[in-house]
């Protein structure tokens, strides 16, 4: 029911944007959306588990990407950006090596709404190379741990940790030219970091997306 309510929530989310997106670009503000890979070289995290311990917890090294937002035009090569970022790791690891117990770390999420200024040098000849920094808020949800013991004791639930901290990017990519219906296609990449207590988090999304 979670799951499904979290979906909802995402695709009530793209349909914001995209609304938000339509209404804004006679005026020089452009919705964009982004879907990709996240690479992920730093992903540890530690939190409480059962009787005060400390566990330790391993994501997947690779993440569903989806970033989306809001564009507008500040000067011919400068447009200031509010951008939002969705990335889903998949079932994580723990490391904590117990003996007796059968641990399974369910799905994680990091959330970032950053706000920056996009760098765009435009090209006639070609597709426009384009350089982006922002700054803002991360949000990090690491999987509960479900714990089966052996010999038929009950199954214990541990809350994963939730990390909400100062998060900035940086980015590149390429935007093709305009076309007739105005949609421009895009391929790039971002580093995006949030600066969590316990262990910084880094993702490398390399995503494709549309403007217009």
Known sequence: MVSQLKT???????????NCGRAYAKDGTFFYLNSGVGLSPVRQYYGEGSMG??????????????EGGLLRKLAPSISGILDLGYY???EGE??????DLIPTVEPSTVLTSMV???FEV???????PFLTSSVGLGHVMVGDMNVDYLGGKPSARIPGARMTAL????????RMGASTSGVRPSVGFRWVRVLTSDEVTNIVPI???LAF
């Open 8 to 18: 909802v929530f995402c695709l009530l989310m793209v349909g914001a944007l995209v």
């Open 94 to 99: 723990s490391m904590d090596g117990w003996a």
């Open 53 to 66: 311990s400390v566990r330790s917890v391993r994501l997947p090294s690779a993440s569903l990407a989806m």
């Open 167 to 174: 998060a900035f990017a940086i980015g590149a990519g390429l």
């Open 122 to 128: 435009n090209n006639l000849d070609g597709p426009d």
């Open 207 to 209: 995503v494709i997306g």
């Open 88 to 90: 889903r790791f998949g």
């Open 116 to 118: 920056g200024l996009k």
